[in-house]
C-alpha cells in the first residue's frame, strides 16, 4: 500500500518568508509526528497529533513554527518569518500508536527546506 | 527534557565481524526503544524495537538488549555485511507524548569487504 508522502520534496525560502510543508500519512494511522533533522544530526522531535485531539506541542522550537491535521489525516507544517537556521529536513512520521501491537512510526521521504 | 546518547559516532568493522552501539537515555518513565537505519540521502526505516517489560530481542542478525536500571541499550549486528552500511540512529519514547521519539545523534557504521 501507499507509505507517508510528503510535499514539496526540497522547498528554498528566503528569510522572513513563510512556507508550509505537507504529510500524507498512511491511511488508517491515528498518530502523526513531526520531525527536523539538520545536516549530521538526529532526529528532533517537533509535535505530535493523535486522531482529531489537540497537538503535543512540546517539541516547538518557536512560536513561528504551528502545525495543523485536518480530519485526522493530512497535516501541514507552517515555518513563518523563516530563518537560516530553520534550513533542514522535515520528516513526517505515521503510527497505529498501539491499536495493533506495533509502536513503527513509518516515515515520509522527508521535504528539504533551504532558507537564503 | 529527555536526552539520548549514542555512540560511537562512527564505526569501522570488516565484513563478518561483530558491531556494538550503545545508547543511554535519561527518563526512567520511556518505555519503547526503537532502532532505525538510515541510508543516505532516503528515510530512517524501523529494524528492531523493544519494550521495556523485555531485556532482550533478537531477529536474525539483529538483536538489542535493554537494561531498565541503568538506563541504557545497546544494538548488536553478527555477521556483518556491506549493505549494512548506514547510520543508525537509537531512540527512546518520551513519556505522555504517544511514543513521540527522542533520538540519539547516529552511528555511521561502514563494513569493509
Known amino acids: 500500500g501507499a507509505g507517508v508522502s510528503q510535499s514539496p520534496s526540497n522547498k528554498v525560502t528566503e528569510k522572513g518568508k513563510d512556507v508550509e510543508l505537507r504529510c500524507d500519512p498512511i491511511?488508517?494511522?491515528?498518530?502523526l509526528y513531526w520531525y527536523r533533522q539538520s545536516l549530521g544530526q538526529g532526529l528532533e522531535f517537533l509535535i505530535y497529533?493523535?486522531?482529531?485531539?489537540?497537538?503535543?506541542k512540546s517539541g516547538l522550537p518557536s512560536d513561528r513554527f504551528s502545525a495543523e491535521r485536518t480530519g485526522g489525516s493530512v497535516s501541514t507544517l507552517t515555518i513563518q518569518r523563516t530563518q537560516q537556521e530553520d534550513s533542514a529536513v522535515y520528516l513526517c512520521?505515521?503510527?497505529?500508536?498501539?491499536?495493533?501491537?506495533?509502536?513503527?512510526?513509518?516515515f515520509g521521504p522527508g521535504t528539504r527546506l533551504t532558507v537564503t | 527534557g529527555e536526552n539520548v546518547e549514542q555512540h560511537p559516532s562512527t564505526l569501522s568493522v570488516q565484513e563478518g565481524d561483530s558491531a556494538v552501539i550503545k545508547c543511554t537515555y535519561s527518563d526512567s518513565a520511556s518505555n519503547y526503544f526503537p532502532w532505525y537505519k538510515q541510508e543516505l540521502g532516503k528515510r530512517p526505516q524501523l529494524i528492531i524495537d523493544i519494550r521495556s517489560n523485555v531485556g532482550e530481542k533478537k531477529d536474525q542478525r539483529i538483536a538489542v538488549t535493554l537494561n531498565k536500571t541503568a538506563k541504557h541499550f545497546s544494538l548488536h549486528i553478527t555477521e556483518t555485511q556491506p549493505e549494512d552500511s548506514a547510520v543508525y540512529f537509537c531512540?527512546?519514547?518520551?513519556?505522555?507524548?504517544?511514543?513521540?521519539?527522542?533520538f540519539g545523534k547516529g552511528t555511521s557504521l561502514l563494513v569493509t569487504p
Open positions: 497529533f493523535q486522531g482529531n485531539s489537540a497537538p503535543d
Open positions: 531512540a527512546a519514547s518520551i513519556p505522555n507524548s504517544g511514543y513521540a521519539l527522542n
Open positions: 491511511s488508517g494511522h491515528t498518530a
Open positions: 512520521a505515521s503510527s497505529s500508536a498501539g491499536l495493533t501491537s506495533s509502536y513503527e512510526q513509518y
